[in-house]
């Protein structure tokens, strides 16, 4: 056992209590911080470091907040934690115009199922929730935007500043949730209302993925249809590259003119945009189907630098 674990297993219930109930949430987020996952894991076996611990964070909840992003939440919330396939929590919260109270009895607009340790990472500011249902960490069953708000508000702790920002995706840790999730998973993510933050930052990161040099001599416009919505709609983007310079049209006219206009669905989108799926492959596997000048979207691709995904 490390320090931490030595001096939680010791704790009575009651001394348990008392941390959880009164100290500073700075104190007891440098202890979650402090701990490595394996800690953390072996403490929340503890049934009376569970049991203080996981009430008290929620209880407390609005401390660990930013309270002005806390005060545009309204709706109720059903947090599934899982210690095991087997074993898992559930606690049901309110959440009202600044206030969270639990209320074990409510119905829920969103059910939030996630494992015990990342959602202790994720209340004490360690983990961004846009990544973790990218990467199948959370499993969101509702209404997704209210979760992914929930999963937003926390701080740095002593700083006053969020902690994460679940617009603000890494395109390095989106490729690599790409390059690691199921092909299922990516579908119900990219037909949810998720959908618009991934592609709006997807699309707003593009023209840093083209190489310059490779593009100086290229001129060409690219049109994206993209499918999956739930509605049965499709996104609609332009890509255009000009000497050596990428910007992005969003929501073009269909009549505009371009070289080629690629029909994808979304979780493909994200494999094509992230070097997972290669566009001849695509072609091929009818995974994209190409309107147009094939050669000018193989040429889009070809000054592409889509990002490594991080290696486990």
């Known amino acids: 056992m490390s320090d931490v674990t030595d001096r939680f297993a ?96 409510a119905a829920p607009d969103v059910t939030i199922a996630a494992d015990i340790v990342d959602f202790v990472r994720l209340v004490t500011g360690q983990s961004n929730a846009a990544l973790l249902y990218l990467g199948a960490g959370l499993a969101i069953d509702g209404d997704a935007m209210l979760a992914l708000a929930v999963g937003s508000v926390f701080t740095v702790p002593g700083s006053g ?24 998973h990516m579908r119900a993510v990219m037909s949810g209302g998720f959908r618009p933050i991934v592609l709006a930052e997807v699309f707003r990161r593009f023209p840093e993925f083209i190489d310059a040099e490779k593009a100086a001599e290229l001129k060409l416009s690219v049109g ?32 505009q003119r371009r070289d080629a206009t690629i029909t994808v669905e979304g979780a493909d989108f994200l494999r094509l945009a992230t070097g997972q799926l290669h566009p001849v492959r695509g072609v091929l596997t009818g995974a994209l189907k190409v309107k147009g000048d094939r050669t000018k979207a193989l040429a889009l691709n070809a000054v592409m630098v889509p990002p490594e995904p991080r290696k486990s």
């Open 10 to 105: 010791a704790m009575s219930a009651d001394e348990l209590n008392a941390f959880f109930r009164t100290s500073d949430v700075l104190e007891i987020t440098e202890v979650i911080r402090s701990a490595s996952d394996g800690e953390l894991r072996s403490l929340i076996e503890l049934d009376h470091f569970r049991a203080e611990g996981v009430v008290a964070i929620l209880d407390r909840f609005a401390e660990f907040a930013d309270p002005e992003r806390l005060a545009e939440i309204t709706g109720v919330v059903r947090f599934e934690l899982a210690r095991s396939k087997k074993d898992v929590e559930r606690h049901t919260v309110r959440f009202d115009a600044g206030t969270v109270t639990l209320e074990e009895g």
């Open 161 to 184: 500043q969020p902690a994460v920002d679940p617009s603000a995706l890494d395109p390095v840790d989106v490729a690599t949730a790409v390059a690691t999730t199921s092909g299922k």
């Open 224 to 255: 994206f249809r993209i499918g999956g919505r739930a509605d049965g709609e499709v996104d609609r983007y332009v890509v255009h590259v000009a000497d050596g310079t990428c910007t992005i049209e969003t929501s073009p006219p269909e009549g």
